[in-house]
């Protein structure tokens, strides 16, 4: 798993409860707040995160979000952008209208500007035929391994996904994970997090026995202990974490504070094997648009010029 130094964030305009994306998220709650007070908290959560990752060393390029069109979910750009170890930048398709827009070509052109670029593919034409994959919130990439993994969702189009896989030549796993209530979970990365050497696993929400076996022979196969969340855990973002290094190649695996709480004392043991854990309390965040720490950070693989 290839792990980078350089996260790209983008500090929010308008942050808020986005009822378009709530009608398959189950993490969100509708707040009483007003949108005012919720963005105020927001930004105050977002510029916290953004000086304690800067204060262990991990270089964070901060976008600041425009003022309109409006887009109340700009805080998650690791759905609509990606970057590669290869040099290649990718823009997906997004099942939220009002998301759609979180996409902007000034960001690309930046990262442009100052990496090597050297293919951009833009998958956006299937969000009209309603077919969705949404970044590196819907695929766990191991870029060492070149494999996917993906839970198939309204967000995770198999053939998109199928499609994607084979012009990057990337294979995928694909396998259905649920929520307690039976509902698909709205995004891979809210049930898994791939480290180097380790994978934060909700094995629970995998109900078919076969897709399970077969994650973990792959996973061990590709030497990642694997470390089992609970379901409960998992609604505290415990499967939303990322691994980064800093300035001085040191390992740091970045999880909310409400993921850290959740952990026992064992699971924060084996984690702590392989990176110093860094929690960081995101509460607002996490509630209003059921999306944690992982979601904020879009990994920047590229080759600085």
Excluded at 241 to 267: G, I, P
Aim: net charge negative; glycine share 4%.
């Amino acid at each position: 798993m290839a792990i980078t130094s350089t996260i790209l964030m983008v500090r929010p305009a308008a942050f808020g409860f986005n009822a378009e994306t709530a009608a398959n998220n189950f993490f969100q709650t509708n707040p009483n707040e007003s949108k005012e007070e919720l963005q105020q908290k927001a930004l105050s959560e977002f510029d916290k995160m953004v000086v304690t990752l800067r204060k262990h060393g991990v270089n964070v390029v901060v976008i600041e979000d425009t003022e309109t069109p409006t887009k109340p979910d700009a805080i998650f750009p690791n759905n609509w952008l990606s970057t590669s170890p290869n040099g290649t930048v990718t823009v997906y398709p997004m099942f939220a209208p009002n998301r759609r827009t979180e996409k902007r070509d000034d960001i690309i052109q930046q990262l442009s500007k100052e990496y090597t670029v050297t293919n951009l593919q833009d998958w956006s034409e299937y969000e009209v035929e309603g077919r969705f994959l949404e970044g590196t919130g819907s695929m766990i990439v191991d870029h060492d391994n070149a494999m996917i993994y993906a839970a198939i969702s309204e967000r995770t189009n198999l053939s998109v996904l199928e499609k994607f896989a084979a012009t990057n030549k990337y294979p995928a796993v694909v396998f259905l994970a649920t929520d307690k209530d039976g509902h698909p979970i709205y995004h891979t990365n809210v049930m898994m997090a791939l480290g180097e050497e380790f994978c934060v696993l909700c094995e629970e929400t995998i109900e078919e026995e076969w897709e399970l076996i077969a994650v973990r022979q792959l996973l061990e196969s590709t030497n990642h202990a694997v470390i089992p969340i609970t379901r409960e855990q998992m609604h505290s973002f415990a499967g939303n974490m990322l691994e980064v290094k800093n300035d001085k190649d040191e390992h740091l695996l970045v999880m909310s504070q409400s993921a850290f709480d959740s952990l026992r004392k064992e699971q924060k043991n084996m984690l702590e094997a392989y990176a110093t854990l860094l929690p960081i309390p995101v509460p607002t965040i996490e509630q209003v648009e059921g999306g944690s720490v992982r979601c904020m950070m879009a990994e920047i693989f590229l080759q600085k010029k």
